[in-house]
């Protein structure tokens, strides 16, 4: 059940800082100043290959710099291939012009576009529906588009400069700034490309990721390596030739029963009400929200306690009350999908005419899990549009197109990444798997509702995480709990009937 956006992770912090590893050519009056070729791994495991590349146009001096990303992860056996791509245009004096960004898996793509204007991006996405099409704000703040950060970060290097703060923006995490500090912390000589080359690391830190990064750099600029220490295995890309790169796979990293965290004892799903203590396992403060039937609260050793209570739904705040975008479409969650639309109209128009709300959220949950026929791993984070027209899925889908629908009815929604208790997996005291969910907001109050189970919601369920799906918002959001998977420990306090 591990949800698929961690699989989105492996991308968020590949930095533009490209190597030279293959001679410049021209193509179509484009010459490519640099190419560079990565192998990747997670936990030593090699999954794959990036390919960034930067151009200049001979006629406009406008630059363009591309990144692609191809991953072969395991689910509980089944392999799922992912790729990645984004191409930032700018000017030769770094002012931005458009950004085209893609992510293609078994077979679903999810596309969004920007254009730079003087005070606004116009932001489109699409995921298998209608096109989203926005204006967000242009930051205020002066920032460094990829090519102007590759001079300035080869400038810094040439000086000696042994810190630098910058800020600049990345596809792959919206259009919002982010905040970068460099810090060198050493320099030494290593095999590169088969040649004995003196190289700086550095660590890399920002404001939108909970962890950094160590990132490996010639003399001159280049990059050769990155590695962020993820709690599930550390990302690491490697400078190679592009032949070896690109070499097969003999193994896939297993990126879901890895993940699994067994509790210290069996719990009884049919329960309404469960005490949890959580904690990390290197030792960082746990800070998990209080949400839906959940209540957290923080010890002073770092440690959390959860209560789960299916009697007493969190109130809503006056902000959450008030925001919009729980009602709004986004290229994930696109409630005013046609297709969307009729599921909810047609499990609405068959209820009591004096139903509430709270009876329509749960018989639009009870249609997701009937709807949903073809339950399996082999799709990466449909979006509701999508799993509406081909019905098939696991976690994600089932909470997305619930969103969809909830929406759709007029009722707020969001999605809740987390984890899910599974009983009957092959474990003493069963196991928590990654999973995601929806909640519903109903009379003022949160409600959880599990769109993959035959009831409603039980008590093995710790949210680590919500979201409103948004297109400028959803992958910062999922990137910050990159600290959270695969780090925590999970004891049962107490269960019982109240």
């Known amino acids: 059940m591990l949800h698929k956006f961690t699989v989105a992770f492996v991308t968020l912090f590949i930095f533009w800082g490209c190597a030279k590893n293959e001679e410049p050519v021209?193509?179509?009056?484009?010459?490519?100043?640099?190419?560079?070729?990565?192998?990747?791994?997670?936990?030593?495991?090699?999954?794959?290959?990036?390919?960034?590349?930067?151009?200049?146009?001979g006629a406009t001096k406008n630059v363009k710099s591309s990144k692609t990303q191809n991953m072969t992860l395991s689910r509980g056996g089944i392999e799922i291939s992912i790729v990645v791509t984004s191409v930032f245009l700018e000017t030769d004096d770094g002012k931005p012009i458009s950004v085209v960004s893609s992510q293609e898996a078994m077979g679903q793509v999810q596309e969004t576009t920007w254009l730079f204007g003087s005070d606004s991006i116009e932001m489109?996405?699409?995921?298998?529906?209608?096109?989203?099409?926005?204006?967000?704000?242009?930051?205020?703040?002066?920032?460094?588009?990829?090519?102007?950060?590759?001079?300035?970060?080869?400038?810094?290097?040439?000086?000696?400069?042994?810190?630098?703060?910058?800020?600049?923006?990345?596809?792959?995490?919206?259009?919002?700034?982010?905040?970068?500090?460099?810090?060198?912390?050493?320099?030494?000589?290593?095999?590169?490309?088969?040649?004995?080359?003196?190289?700086?690391?550095?660590?890399?830190?920002?404001?939108?990721?909970?962890?950094?990064?160590?990132?490996?750099?010639?003399?001159?600029?280049s990059n050769v390596g990155t590695s962020i220490a993820a709690a599930f295995g550390a990302i690491v890309n490697t400078l190679m030739y592009k032949h070896d790169a690109l070499s097969p796979l003999n193994e896939v990293p297993e990126l879901m029963v890895s993940l699994f965290v067994e509790p210290n004892k069996k719990i009884d799903n049919s329960?309404?009400?469960?005490?949890?203590?959580?904690?990390?396992?290197?030792?960082s403060a746990v800070d998990l929200p209080s949400a839906g039937y959940q209540t957290a609260s923080r010890n002073d050793d770092g440690t959390a306690i959860l209560i789960i209570d299916l009697h007493k739904p969190?109130?809503?705040?006056?902000?959450?009350?008030?925001?919009?975008?729980?009602?709004?479409?986004?290229?994930?969650?696109?409630?005013?999908?046609?297709?969307?639309?009729?599921?909810?109209?047609?499990?609405?128009?068959?209820?009591?005419?004096?139903?509430t709300k709270a009876d329509q959220a749960l018989a639009l949950r009870a249609?997701?899990?009937?709807?949903?026929?073809?339950?399996?791993?082999?799709?990466?984070?449909?979006s509701a549009s999508q799993t509406a027209r081909d019905k098939k899925g696991d976690c994600s889908e089932h909470a997305v197109?619930?969103?969809?629908?909830?929406?759709?009815?007029?009722?707020?929604?969001?999605?809740?990444?987390?984890?899910?208790?599974?009983?009957?997996?092959?474990?003493?005291?069963?196991?928590?798997?990654?999973?995601?969910?929806?909640?519903?907001?109903?009379?003022?109050e949160w409600i959880d509702l599990d769109a993959t189970l035959l009831e409603p919601f039980t008590v093995g369920h710790v949210a680590t995480m919500t979201s409103s799906l948004s297109d400028e918002g959803m992958a910062e959001e999922m990137a910050g709990i990159m600290s959270t998977i695969g780090n925590l420990e999970v004891e049962v306090v107490e269960e019982d009937e109240q």
């Open 124 to 221: 489109t996405t699409s995921a298998g529906g209608t096109p989203i099409v926005k204006e967000v704000p242009l930051p205020l703040e002066s920032w460094l588009t990829p090519n102007a950060l590759r001079k300035m970060f080869k400038q810094k290097i040439k000086d000696g400069n042994p810190v630098f703060t910058f800020q600049t923006m990345s596809p792959e995490l919206g259009p919002s700034l982010i905040t970068v500090v460099m810090t060198k912390i050493g320099e030494e000589t290593r095999d590169i490309l088969g040649k004995e080359t003196h190289v700086t690391i550095w660590e890399s830190v920002n404001d939108k990721m909970p962890i950094g990064s160590t990132e490996v750099y010639t003399i001159d600029g």
């Open 401 to 444: 197109l619930l969103c969809g629908l909830l929406r759709a009815a007029g009722i707020p929604s969001r999605g809740v990444m987390g984890m899910v208790y599974i009983p009957n997996y092959n474990s003493p005291n069963g196991v928590f798997g990654w999973h995601m969910w929806t909640q519903a907001l109903i009379d003022g």
């Open 271 to 283: 329960k309404k009400r469960l005490s949890l203590k959580i904690k990390s396992k290197d030792g």
């Open 314 to 355: 969190s109130a809503a705040t006056e902000i959450e009350l008030n925001d919009e975008s729980y009602l709004a479409d986004t290229a994930i969650c696109d409630g005013s999908d046609e297709a969307v639309r009729v599921i909810a109209h047609d499990t609405i128009s068959a209820m009591p005419k004096n139903s």
């Open 367 to 382: 249609t997701v899990y009937d709807y949903i026929d073809e339950k399996g791993m082999s799709t990466v984070f449909g």
């Open 26 to 57: 021209v193509q179509e009056g484009w010459q490519i100043l640099e190419d560079s070729w990565y192998s990747v791994t997670i936990d030593g495991v090699k999954s794959g290959w990036a390919h960034d590349t930067t151009e200049i146009d």
